[in-house]
């Protein structure tokens, strides 16, 4: 840095602390590793001003043109650009605090700018790996093709100034609903026609007055459940009405789950209890109290005799249940994951401290007397070594659980091996992650891996080789 012309003109540190970015006179940038004491300088960065955001995904530039540019930082490949005409002089940048829109001070005038593509804030799957659907930012759904990536058509919208929160999809793919920020709740019908188009078809339409936890379809898609941290609420999707409401005495956290073994019986789950209920009542028939002081093993069912409660403690006072699918190598258990604390307090990127992997048995086949059973749970130290690595659970493939572990590796867990065995797949690329979409990535039963990143959906195939 001897010659005037590569004297620094700004400095940049990056978010973690770890690197700083050096604005030269020559309008290169100089990235210097300062715990490796490396050096690399950016020739095409071509600024006069620059700033990096506050996640440390981006870098923003202006040049002497007006010309202004968004910057990965990966690689620092351009991945948005801005041209303007303008004789005022830029004084100053901002990126937003979420980082997915940028501000630039010119003259007296501050003028905004935001991607094209709005952030994928919802994401659901079809059962047969064919299609998935978004919404996004601007209120809008619109369905994709997992092959290509390419989008078959707008679906419906919540309107511009919401923003969709959730979306579920029906196991036969012939009904989808969503909810926004603003507590509305919207359910079509689809159908897929001969030609490959997509017709759609209002089921119903309406307004709560809280935001939507979960949404779940009865096994035979007669009727829909939708939680609130208050209520549950029952539509009939045939009559196309509300036919219950449950109204809860204070704000629980809790999960629901459909009955591995009946299709009448939808299972409330909390890091208490399992209550077994009757759609579309919502009547208790049979409950289970947690009490085991440490998460269990997964292991496969003994057919040999019918399967009641397990039991099983949470070691911290106060636990929610955050994500609960059926386990794959037990038909009469559900799989689950709790947390330290309650749902309502935390962000919905999970930070996965103190995370419990657990399962209960589910009740035997011919539930209907309202009371409490149990019998003793498996040795909890093989899930507990699993549960130490999961930074984020995917799902399931075959007989594995698949999950991210906290060095962004996509892991699976054959829950077939009682050694606790964990298997690495692929590395996931530190800015997929590192976005406010990242924590609606899954994988689907057939392990393909849907990450949403930056407007649109990383897609991999046959990455989990088991």
Sequence with gaps: MSDPICASELLRWHPDGEALFILCQNTSVIEWRIYENQQKEWTHINAREMIISDDGNFLLSADNEATISVWNFSRLSLIYRVVTESDDEIVDLAFSPSSQRFYVVRGSVCNGWEPDAFLVTALA??????????????????????????????????????????????????????????????????????????????????????????????????????????????????????????????????????????????????????????????????????????????????????????????????????????????KHSILYVTLPGDDTLVSSRHSHSGLHLESVDSFDKTPGITGSKSSQPANGRCASRVAEQIRQPLGTYKTSLVFLDHADWLCTWDMLDETGHVVKHFFVPKDWLNTSESHKAMVKSHGTFFCPRYGDVAIVRNGIRI
């Design 125 to 330: 799957l079809d059962a047969e790996n064919w299609y998935y659907c978004c919404g996004r930012e601007d209120g809008r759904v619109s369905i994709h093709d997992v092959v290509s990536g390419k989008r078959l058509r707008k679906l419906y919208s919540h309107g511009a100034s919401a923003t969709v929160l959730d979306l579920c999809w029906s196991v036969s793919g012939n009904y989808l609903v969503s909810s926004d920020d603003v507590d509305c709740v919207i359910t079509k019908r689809l159908q897929l026609k001969p030609d490959g188009t997509w017709a759609v078809f209002p089921v119903f339409d309406c307004q709560l007055d809280e935001p939507v936890k979960q949404f779940l379809f009865s096994s035979g898609e007669r009727f829909l459940l939708i939680m609130t941290p208050s209520d549950e609420h029952i539509w009939g999707l045939r009559t196309k009405k509300e036919v219950k409401t449950q109204r809860r005495s204070e704000r629980q956290s809790r999960r629901w789950i459909q009955y591995p073994l009946q299709n009448d019986f939808p299972l409330c789950i909390t890091a208490r209890e399992v209550r077994c209920h009757k759609w579309p009542s919502l009547e208790a028939v049979h409950n289970a109290v947690i009490t085991r002081p440490s998460p269990v093993e997964i292991l496969p069912a003994d057919d040999s005799g019918p399967s009641t409660g397990s039991n099983l403690q949470c070691r911290e006072p106060s636990r929610f249940v955050s994500w609960a699918i059926p386990n794959p190598v037990n």
